[in-house]
């Protein structure tokens, strides 16, 4: 759905000029969104994962972990499509505060995408290198967004998001490496052309919310504070007529619901191209391992590797 016809649609909790800097500027960052009841909630589900990881020593379809996870350090970098282990988080993503947010910005007819709870755990929690989001999971237009929220307070420190403003209406990047595996990430020789110097890090005390437009150059610094992690929690939502190209990298059976008014009987095709992600072949877990390139190292390990 094109902008303007979105800015003619009553808002529901943003204000026009807030709308409008999305818009222009691809981000939006709303402070204190979250309820400290609906915080609370999550959390409640949320460290029965981190303590069922403390039994675990290596990742699985559910549970991403960092190299150096133990018992008794517990980190895990990544919840995996949390929708789908927890009915809070469904009850969160389809009807909870942030699905306002997802109209003012979509238009009235909303459909949800994927969702992930990233840590960043303390002590060196891993960076996430600058990349766009789009070119992981194409639809046939531009009108995606991915909603983040902060369990925790979230300071300089902590490895905040960081947001190049105006990006999403620039290059669409190459994802892949010189051996044509995918990494996405954004190539140190391309970086050069993105204004990095710019970002905006969204950094503020628990329940703030991070938007982010699906083709806007983002990444984040290892969390380097020596205690407190810095878990976000991640909706991608969609316009209704904005269809996905390929399929997701990690399915839920919750993907292409519609969260907000109805199912499109017309699909909206934007004229410019986005790069392809590889057929996915059911080992993905977070974009941490493919940045990292662990996978191969993994293949390498195990001697299944070219």
């Known amino acids: 759905m ?24 691809g981000y939006l960052l709303v402070e204190n969104f979250v309820s400290r009841e609906w915080l609370d909630r999550l959390w409640g589900v949320t460290n029965r994962f981190i303590d069922e990881s403390k039994g675990m020593n290596r990742s699985n379809g559910k549970l991403d972990l960092e190299a150096n996870h133990s018992t008794e350090n517990p980190r895990l970098r990544r919840l995996i499509q ?51 989001d789009i070119q992981f999971w194409p639809h046939t237009n531009y009108s995606v967004l991915t909603i983040g929220v902060y369990l925790e307070d979230v300071d ?36 050069p052309r993105v204004d990095t110097g710019s970002a905006v890090y969204l950094k ?9 437009h699906c083709r806007m150059v983002h990444g984040s610094m290892p969390n380097n504070h020596p205690s407190r992690a810095r878990p ?13 190209v390929t399929p997701h ?20 095709f934007d004229e410019t191209p986005c790069q392809i992600p590889p057929i996915w072949d059911g080992s993905y877990r977070s974009i941490f391992v493919v940045q990292q390139e662990e996978r191969e190292a993994e293949l390498a390990a195990s001697g299944a590797a070219d």
Not at 100 to 114: N, Q, R, V, Y
Not at 171 to 191: A, H, M, S, T
Request: aromatic letters at 10%; charged letters at 25%; glycine letters at 10%.
């Open 2 to 25: 094109k902008p303007e016809t979105i800015l003619a649609h009553t808002p529901k909790v943003l204000t026009q000029e807030q709308r409008q800097s999305y818009f222009d500027h």
């Open 82 to 132: 949390p929708v789908a282990h927890d009915p809070v988080y469904w009850e969160f993503t389809r009807s909870g505060p942030i699905v306002d947010l997802a109209e003012d910005l979509l238009g009235p007819d909303i459909k949800f995408h994927h969702s992930k709870l990233n840590f960043k755990w303390s002590g060196g929690g891993e960076e996430v290198k600058w990349h766009q």
């Open 156 to 191: 300089d420190e902590m490895g905040p998001m960081g947001v190049v403003p105006g990006s999403h209406k620039g290059e669409l990047f190459n994802q892949y490496n010189d051996k044509d595996q995918w990494v996405g990430c954004i190539d140190d020789r391309d970086v």
């Open 204 to 212: 503020g005390p628990a329940g703030s919310v991070t938007i982010h």
């Open 232 to 244: 976000l929690l991640l909706q991608a939502y969609s316009s209704a007529d904005a269809l996905p």
């Open 249 to 268: 990298n990690n399915p839920s059976p919750e993907s292409g619901a519609i969260v907000r008014g109805k199912a499109a009987r017309w699909v909206e």
